[in-house]
């Protein structure tokens, strides 16, 4: 592992390498939310506003961080979530991300609009895999890309469910990010200015959405193969008829819908706002996880999206009652830090912290740490750290 690398202590400098090695754009893509970035500072702040009581006098000196996660056993409670074009951060793509997670037996998730393949991540991965799907108007497309996925050994599937228009990502589009969005002088200059990332993005020509078509795709095929507004979920029960392996449904906030979710196939909920990239208005997750858990935590697995920079934030959202968290920008700064290394390198401080904080409170396994443990919340409104 490289020098840089052993010095980053914290996903925040893996946040600040990652920011050095990207041109302007392609970082502002990666780190931004929809609109005023509401909901981004929301989901931080949420766990920066949660305290946990420490029990002490314990015999603490053996700690497994091991669990259960979409019917698989895992090393830790953590889940790589699934981020379109990876290849964008990094030329080693979602390969990369793929063989880290094994390293460090944690499942990985490909995303539908990812620029590696299914049959690429099984050959890179033995790690428990998810596949991420886009419902567009021609389900068939869904359809196929599930069995593919099934074929390549993934063991799970995530239906992405808050996508009926894409958010408003202004700081992006006014950098140029995505196409069709003009780009400015500056973002071309940065561009410039990053000789490496640019060989690289140029001799391997990455392309997003490459399990979907044959070649790059029209402007007009990607927006006919994207997410649809028809979506509703009765089509979570026709692709439950094709799916027998755990199915979670990402995006899903209230009750409501998670309930729904329920009754329609879902084992999985992963409470989600898009990591503050879609909804401005929405609530962090953390703060609707209790009465998520409530309705449906008895009949399906709830996993926990957004804000999560730390291993003590996976012990929290535990304590409230979630099954695992779910990591995506964390990771993704690793990758752009430096590829495979890096990812290792992120999910490294996760277990070093979640090991370090559950001796703190007096827990040596994972399903010991619950309810009890929770303190009040305190305010935190006026922070803005959107690493």
Same mark, same amino acid.
């Given at each position: 592992?490289?020098?840089?690398?052993?010095?980053?202590?914290?996903?925040?400098?893996?946040?600040?390498?990652?920011?050095?090695?990207?041109?302007?754009?392609?970082?502002?893509?990666?780190?931004?939310?929809?609109?005023?970035?509401?909901?981004?500072?929301?989901?931080?702040?949420?766990?920066?506003?949660?305290?946990?009581?420490?029990?002490?006098?314990?015999?603490?000196?053996?700690?497994?961080?091991?669990?259960?996660?979409?019917?698989?056993?895992?090393?830790?409670?953590?889940?790589?979530?699934?981020?379109?074009?990876?290849?964008?951060?990094?030329?080693?793509?979602?390969?990369?991300?793929?063989?880290?997670?094994?390293?460090?037996?944690?499942?990985?998730?490909?995303?539908?609009?990812?620029?590696?393949? =299914?049959? +690429?991540?099984? $050959? #890179?991965?033995?790690? !428990?895999?998810?596949?991420?799907?886009? @419902?567009?108007?021609? &389900? %068939? *497309?869904?359809?196929?890309?599930?069995?593919?996925?099934?074929?390549?050994?993934?063991?799970?599937?995530?239906?992405?469910?808050?996508?009926?228009?894409?958010?408003?990502?202004?700081?992006?589009?006014?950098?140029?990010?995505?196409?069709?969005?003009?780009?400015?002088?500056?973002?071309?200059?940065?561009?410039?200015?990053?000789?490496?990332?640019?060989?690289?993005?140029?001799?391997?020509?990455?392309?997003?959405?490459?399990?979907?078509?044959?070649?790059?795709?029209? =402007?007009? +095929?990607?927006? $006919? #193969?994207?997410?649809? !507004?028809?979506?509703?979920?009765?089509? @979570?029960?026709?692709? &439950? %008829? *094709?799916?027998?392996?755990?199915?979670?449904?990402?995006?899903?906030?209230?009750?409501?819908?998670?309930?729904?979710?329920?009754?329609?196939?879902?084992?999985?909920?992963?409470?989600?706002?898009?990591?503050?990239?879609?909804?401005?208005?929405?609530?962090?997750?953390?703060?609707?996880?209790?009465?998520?858990?409530?309705?449906?935590?008895?009949?399906?697995?709830?996993?926990?999206?957004?804000?999560?920079?730390?291993?003590?934030?996976?012990?929290?959202?535990?304590?409230?009652?979630?099954?695992?968290?779910?990591?995506?920008?964390?990771?993704?700064?690793?990758?752009?830090?430096?590829?495979?290394?890096?990812?290792?390198?992120?999910?490294?401080?996760?277990?070093?912290?979640?090991?370090?904080?559950?001796?703190?409170?007096?827990?040596?396994?994972?399903?010991?740490?619950?309810?009890?443990?929770?303190?009040?919340?305190?305010?935190?409104?006026?922070?803005?750290?959107?690493?």
């Amino acid at each position: 592992m490289s020098r840089q690398l052993n010095n980053c202590v914290n996903i925040e400098d893996l946040y600040r390498l990652a920011k050095r090695r990207l041109p302007a754009p392609m970082f502002e893509y990666l780190r931004g939310g929809a609109e005023d970035e509401l909901a981004l500072q929301n989901n931080r702040n949420a766990y920066s506003g949660l305290q946990l009581i420490p029990n002490y006098l314990r015999d603490v000196s053996s700690v497994d961080t091991s669990s259960r996660v979409l019917g698989c056993d895992v090393a830790m409670p953590i889940v790589l979530a699934p981020v379109g074009f990876t290849g964008l951060f990094h030329h080693h793509k979602e390969v990369a991300a793929a063989a880290a997670a094994e390293k460090y037996q944690v499942p990985y998730s490909l995303a539908t609009w990812g620029s590696s393949t =299914p049959e +690429e991540i099984s $050959a #890179a991965s033995s790690a !428990a895999k998810m596949m991420q799907l886009y @419902i567009p108007s021609d &389900r %068939e *497309r869904a359809y196929v890309l599930a069995e593919r996925a099934k074929a390549a050994g993934f063991s799970a599937l995530c239906v992405t469910v808050d996508t009926p228009v894409h958010g408003n990502r202004e700081k992006a589009w006014r950098m140029g990010m995505p196409p069709p969005a003009k780009m400015p002088i500056s973002s071309i200059l940065s561009i410039l200015s990053h000789p490496r990332w640019l060989y690289n993005f140029i001799k391997n020509k990455p392309t997003a959405g490459v399990s979907l078509f044959d070649q790059a795709p029209s =402007p007009q +095929e990607m927006l $006919a #193969a994207g997410p649809t !507004a028809d979506l509703v979920f009765e089509d @979570i029960s026709r692709l &439950r %008829e *094709r799916w027998d392996g755990p199915l979670a449904i990402k995006g899903v906030l209230s009750v409501e819908d998670a309930s729904l979710a329920v009754e329609h196939g879902a084992s999985a909920i992963i409470l989600s706002n898009h990591g503050g990239r879609q909804f401005d208005a929405a609530p962090a997750p953390l703060d609707l996880l209790p009465a998520i858990v409530d309705a449906v935590g008895d009949r399906a697995e709830i996993i926990v999206d957004g804000g999560i920079r730390r291993g003590v934030d996976v012990l929290k959202a535990i304590a409230l009652g979630a099954t695992a968290c779910m990591i995506g920008r964390p990771y993704i700064y690793g990758l752009a830090a430096g590829g495979q290394l890096g990812v290792e390198r992120a999910l490294q401080i996760f277990k070093e912290e979640l090991q370090r904080n559950m001796m703190l409170m007096g827990v040596t396994r994972i399903d010991d740490v619950d309810s009890r443990f929770v303190h009040a919340q305190v305010g935190t409104a006026n922070q803005s750290a959107l690493y």
